[in-house]
């Protein structure tokens, strides 16, 4: 078993224990429902950047993620095909090549972000903190604004700077995550004019590269 597989499987069962444990958990076993978790979307890659959302969605009944998959689905994800443009635009990114990891913030799958209470973010954050620390990634980038605010009130963000539109309204953020560049816009499916989005994504992206070069 690779040193990869090994810490998928000692965070799957750490990640178990943290589900079991969170109000999110209750509520399903009270409503008679089984979402189960997931950990990441792709093969863990030590050393690339990560992508990430707020938590995994669905309805229905589904299985706790019992190892590592393959990937091979993930460019097929709708929110994921709009990023990709713009990831290439603006980041010199091509992540037609997979050559990134993706997770979401909170490993615990609900059928929308209302289902989550501050406290189960508290209950997966630690299990996070432990995925991005393990990959030492060269940055990581959230598709939403929520997935910031959530870590602001976490206590995990630092040198914040935020990037406005010409109107001022829609922002993306650049800062620290611990010890890691930390890039924010607003999600794909955010309604916002495109000249606001190409606007923040291209804001972003130079403090990106600047932060590549160094």
């Known amino acids: ?62 299985a706790e993620q019992s190892e590592m998959p393959p990937g091979d689905d993930i460019l097929s994800y709708n929110f994921i095909q709009r990023t990709l443009p713009f990831c290439e635009k603006y980041l010199s990114l091509k992540l037609d090549e997979t050559n990134f990891n993706y997770t979401n913030l909170c ?45 602001v009130d976490l206590k995990a963000i630092s040198s914040l700077d935020k990037l406005y539109d010409s109107e001022e309204k829609y922002y993306g953020v650049t800062g620290k995550f611990l010890k890691y560049n930390f890039y924010a816009v607003p999600h794909p499916n955010a309604h916002l004019k495109a000249k606001s989005r190409n606007e923040i994504w291209e804001q972003v992206g130079k403090q990106f590269m600047n932060g590549m070069i160094k």
């Not at 998928?8 to 429902?33: D, G, W």
């Not at 209302?114 to 991005?132: G, R």
């Open 1 to 62: 078993m690779t040193d990869d597989l090994k810490f998928f499987e000692n965070l799957r069962a750490m990640t178990k224990v943290a589900f079991s444990n969170s109000p999110v958990y209750k509520n399903q076993i009270e409503k008679k429902e089984q979402l189960g978790f997931s950990i990441c979307g792709n093969p863990i890659q030590r050393g690339k950047g990560i992508l990430f959302g707020i938590n995994w969605g669905g309805r229905g009944e589904y």
């Open 107 to 151: 490993f615990f799958r609900t059928p929308d972000i209302n289902s989550l209470s501050f406290a189960d973010y508290e209950c997966s954050y630690p299990l996070f903190k432990k995925y991005v620390d393990y990959i030492q990634p060269p940055w990581i980038f959230a598709l939403g604004i929520k997935s910031y605010d959530i870590l």
